[in-house]
Structure formats: structure tokens, C-alpha cells
């Protein structure tokens, strides 16, 4: 596995103005939005660590509203290991399927967790959310959003990336930090996008993330918009049907897979254990196969196309 991008040290960022480890805030003084920019749901995911500390490095301060900066999952950050890179993706609990009352106000304890109840305020304060994720193979970048109207607007306005996961009923294994609180609400009129910028420790995929980052920021008015440039591509829209949650620590493909691979109805893509997992219907595109197959986490997204 090629590592161009590793983890630096973040301690510089710890303390903040908030209150919250790793947590800025910076007001304008204008009226205008809240807008949060979360870096390292994943431990292993740097990119958003990229784009986080560009924007602290830089000095970036909103023309209008307010922007906050947060990166999330530090301590599975600082336990990345080169040996294992994949490892350091959580240390407990994923901290992007954790985000719903029963488990924020259970009893379960873990540091992801606890983490979660601190941040949890911070996201409940923004009216849009930019949650910043990569990918475990070095696929095109694609925003993930459940299906509402602001969200698909933001995304479809800004343009890149022009590949669109939609979620109609939710990820379908978990709360993301993206349904959090009112964000769950359909009628909600900020946006909350999760990107995916690419494979986890690609250079590409870092300079991504910080593109998209300036754009969701100038296309909400906290930042000046950059100059006109070329007509995106018409966007590409799929739409999940079933997140396939593994069951077994005898899942494995049919062939390796990276995503964006096509199968026709009814067609095997993965067995768990003796279940056979098959293609929903014609054109069904399978998105985030896992390559380090975990009883309890996913194993696949299988999606199909939209219209438009």
C-alpha cells in the first residue's frame, strides 16, 4: 500500500477556543451561517487533517458567519501504525455510526464514545456540515449524503465531485455524524455532505480534500468564490439500495473489487460464510468493498443508478 500522506503532529491544535479539544471557532462579526468542517472521523483517514490544518496554517477567517474547525478521532490518529494502516480507523467504536440518542445517552463507554458526547454539541451548533472521509482504495472521489433537498442542491451546485452516493432511508448500519441531531430532519435547510476524497494515503487525495473544502466554504459565503473555471460534468447519481454488514469472518468476493464495479440481477458478488450475497437488480454498482473484512462492520454498498 503506497503511503505518500502520513499523519503529523496535531498537538499544536489541541487546545482551541471552545472549550473542546481540537475544536476553532472563528465569528465574522456578519450575519450568516455556522459551518463546520470536521476533519479525522477516522483515525486513518488524513486527508481531512490536510484540509483542517490548511485552513488553521493559513489563517482562512469567514467573511460572514462563523466556521468552525474540528478534527474529531485524535487518539486513533495517533495510534496509526505504516505497518498496519488500517488499524487506526477507530480504536473501539466507529465514530461515524454512533451519532443517534440511544447510543449517545446509553451506557456503552469507549473512547469514540466519549468523544462523540464532547463534539456533540459542536455539531448540534452548525447549520452545515462538511465531514471529510478517503477511501481504503483509490477510487474518484464521491460525496455521500442522505437524501434531502439542501443536500443534494449543495452538492449538485458545487460541482466536484460529480460522483453522488444518495442515502433515501439512512446508511442503513449506524448513525453518521452527518444525521446528527437536526440534521436528520428532512426539512432541514443547511447541508450536511460527507466527501470521499480518494485513497486513504494518496497526496492527491489530501490537495482534494482541501478543494473541496474552499469550495463548500465559498459556496455558502465564507469565503470569496473562486474564479469561474470550466462547466462541470453532468453529476453521476446513485442511490443505496442495501448496505451489506458483515456477518462472518468468512466473507470474501467473488473477484477483488475496488468499487464502481458493475453487476447485473441477481449476479454473486460476496459470500458471508455460506450466504450468498447477489446483485439487487441490473446495473447495481457496488461502492466501498471492504479489503480488511471485520465481523460487525461493512462489507459492501450495493447501489443502482439515478435518473438525472
Not at 487533517?49 to 489563517?59: E, F, I, P, Q, S
Not at 505497518?83 to 465514530?95: D, G, I
Not at 474552499?214 to 447519481?237: D, E, K, M, V
Request: proline share 8%.
Amino acid at each position: 500500500m503506497q503511503l505518500e500522506l502520513l499523519p503529523r503532529d496535531l498537538s499544536a491544535y489541541r487546545d482551541g477556543n471552545t472549550g473542546v479539544p481540537y475544536v476553532h471557532r472563528f465569528h465574522s462579526g456578519e450575519p450568516g451561517p455556522h459551518v463546520l468542517i470536521n476533519a479525522l472521523t477516522h483515525g486513518n483517514e488524513f486527508c481531512g487533517m490536510v484540509a483542517c490544518t490548511h485552513l488553521l496554517d493559513t489563517g482562512v477567517r469567514p467573511l460572514r458567519g462563523t466556521l468552525t474547525v474540528s478534527f474529531a478521532n485524535v487518539a486513533a490518529y495517533e495510534s496509526f501504525d505504516p505497518a498496519e494502516p488500517l488499524k487506526s480507523r477507530q480504536l473501539v467504536h466507529n465514530l461515524n455510526r454512533i451519532w443517534s440518542r440511544e447510543w449517545l445517552e446509553g451506557d456503552e463507554d469507549s473512547p469514540e464514545l466519549q468523544r462523540a458526547r464532547e463534539l456533540a454539541p459542536v455539531v448540534a451548533a452548525a447549520d452545515h456540515v462538511l465531514d471529510i472521509h478517503s477511501t481504503s482504495t483509490a477510487v474518484q472521489p464521491f460525496w455521500v449524503y442522505p437524501e434531502r433537498a439542501a443536500n443534494s442542491a449543495a452538492a449538485l451546485a458545487i460541482g466536484h465531485p460529480q460522483v453522488h452516493l444518495v442515502m433515501p432511508e439512512g446508511l442503513g448500519s449506524g448513525t453518521p455524524l452527518i444525521q446528527h441531531g437536526r440534521l436528520s430532519n428532512r426539512m432541514h435547510p443547511g447541508a450536511a455532505l460527507v466527501v470521499e476524497c480518494g485513497g486513504h494515503f494518496l497526496r492527491q487525495t489530501g490537495e482534494c480534500a482541501v478543494a473541496v473544502t474552499t469550495a463548500f466554504l465559498a459556496h455558502l459565503g465564507l469565503l470569496a468564490p473562486a474564479p469561474s473555471a470550466a462547466a462541470a460534468a453532468p453529476a453521476l447519481r446513485y442511490r443505496l439500495l442495501r448496505t451489506c454488514v458483515i456477518q462472518t469472518p468468512h466473507w470474501r468476493f467473488v473477484r477483488p473489487l475496488v468499487g464502481f464495479e458493475v453487476f447485473a440481477r441477481d449476479a454473486l458478488i460476496a459470500w458471508d460464510g455460506d450466504t450468498e450475497i447477489r446483485s439487487p437488480c441490473d446495473g447495481c454498482t457496488v461502492l466501498m468493498p471492504t479489503q480488511n473484512p471485520v465481523v460487525g462492520r461493512e462489507g459492501v454498498y450495493l447501489t443502482e443508478p439515478m435518473a438525472g
